[in-house]
């Protein structure tokens, strides 16, 4: 066999291995590729059972409170009113009362985020304190647009259908135009309008349309802080 032929087959030998090696190479890293995927969406389900878990911890620190001050108990639960002239109680009902719902916000915005989210604990919690404060009740609705993004998934767990839910965005509407506030008043119109073109049961739906809404901008500071609160609850969880 001459020598340029044998040089020939090394060649040709080397290639093929060089092809073998970059076959296993390719196969090694689709392996990885996988592998790496895998890790990611573990970490990624862990990151929003954390989220949940933690959401649950900042729905229930509420109930610490009413442990540690039992006399505030029935102005949340039991549909009780604060004694005329006492301001003090008065101002401490609601104060607890607009932590509250900052904190029902935040919980709306997170179980939107996240599908994963138990939302029929989240409303009935809600929904429970809702129709039992006069207070809370009060408070969402005099400062309604204070919510731009979870209001009306506020406004909806208060009320009993969506019938009742239009009849309070129709009082709503009649006190921001006897107020001369138009641009509440037009916002109302189309949440209206949002409320009659859903389902009955279309509860998150509201926020979605809030959130996507926010994205713009339009949104007032203190749903803002409840949205931001959610977003880095969200990244923080799947940070970790």
Known sequence: MSESVIVS???????????IVALLSLSTSRQLLQLVSRQLEIAENQ???KLIRNAFIEMSQFMQIFVDKPHLRPYF???AETP?????????????SEWILTNFATAISQAVMVPEYPIGALKETI???????PQMQRHLEERFESFPVTGLTLLRWRSNSKADLLARLDRLLDAAQAKGRSDEAAR???????????PEDADLIYTAQGLAASRAGAISP??????????????????R
Do not use: P, W
């Open 84 to 96: 005329t002239g006492d301001e003090r109680l008065d101002n401490e009902v609601a104060s607890l």
């Open 47 to 49: 990151a929003e059972m």
């Open 222 to 239: 203190r749903d803002n802080g409840a949205v931001k609160s959610a977003k880095a609850a969200n990244h923080n969880s799947r940070r």
């Open 77 to 79: 639960y039991d549909c």
């Open 9 to 19: 087959l090394v060649g040709l030998a080397g290639s093929v291995l060089l092809a």
């Open 127 to 133: 929904q429970f304190h809702l129709r039992n404060s």
């Open 188 to 198: 109302i119109r189309s949440l209206k309008l949002l409320v009659e073109a859903s």
